[in-house]
Every structure is written in C-alpha cells, then in structure tokens.
C-alpha cells in the first residue's frame, strides 16, 4: 500500500476514535454508492452525520479543509441522498462534518468542522457523470 494511503487509512482509524470519545455511534466506514463514497457516516444523538476525512502529513501550504471543495461537497451530498433513500430513514435530520489530521503518525491534530457545509445538488452538467441513476 502506497505511504499516503497508509497515512489516510491511518487517519480515518483516529477520525473513529475521535467521533466514538464523543458519544458518536459510527454506522459506516467507507460505505460506497459507485462512484460515491463517504469516509464515515455517524449518528449523533439521532443526527445522522456524513463525515469526510481528510489526512495530511503537515498543513503548511494549505488548511486540509479546504480540499472539500464544492465539487467534493455535491458528491457528498448526493452520496447522503443516496444513503437515506436505500435505508429509507425518511426524514432523519442530518449534516456534513469534516474532520481533518495533521501529522505524520498517530497522535495527529485533529480538527473537527461540525456543520461545515449545507446540502449541495449538483448545479453543473459533467459529461460522463452517473449520479444522476441513483435516484
């Protein structure tokens, strides 16, 4: 396995640990509707909450956050849509987190964006794109 996804996996093992420390039931890891994936999806006290994980080795040219971009976010967004409709939970109330680790090996810094961002739909036309069949 390539170091930087050593690193990642890594990251995504603190990510569970941090978010289980807080009460945070982890429902999934790296739960798949191809193409989409979301890193964790969490339930909080009955919140249903999609987490992205993002692993960086230092932060020095930029914030790890920032790598969940708009496009990023339309895909999570769909993959939430997507994840709610296959386990019918209707009306659940849920929201977008990012966590993010710096550091080369456990421990990391961990930063975590509770409510980082709202639902986004795709506003684009991307040729080849097959969100659009999950629904």
């Known amino acids: 396995m390539a170091l ?3 690193l990642g996996k890594a990251g995504e093992t603190a990510a ?3 978010l289980l420390e807080r009460d945070y039931h982890i429902l999934e890891r790296n739960w798949r509707c191809h193409p989409l994936e979301v890193d964790l999806i969490a339930d909080d006290w009955g919140e249903l909450v999609f ?4 692993t960086r080795s230092d932060d020095r040219w930029e914030d790890p956050a920032a790598a969940v971009d708009r496009y990023k976010q339309e895909s999570l967004s769909l993959a939430a ?3 709610i409709r296959r386990n ?3 009306n659940i109330p ?3 987190d ?3 680790l710096v550091g080369s090996e456990p421990p990391f810094r961990i930063r975590h964006y509770v409510n980082a961002f709202p639902l986004r739909p795709p506003h684009t036309f991307r040729p080849n794109h097959e969100h659009d069949r999950f629904f």
Do not use: D, P, S
């Open 81 to 83: 849509i997507a994840y």
């Open 94 to 96: 849920f929201r977008f």
């Open 4 to 6: 930087h996804n050593e």
């Open 51 to 54: 987490v992205e994980v993002k």
């Open 98 to 100: 990012i966590i993010t």
């Open 16 to 18: 569970c640990q941090y």
């Open 88 to 90: 019918q939970l209707g």
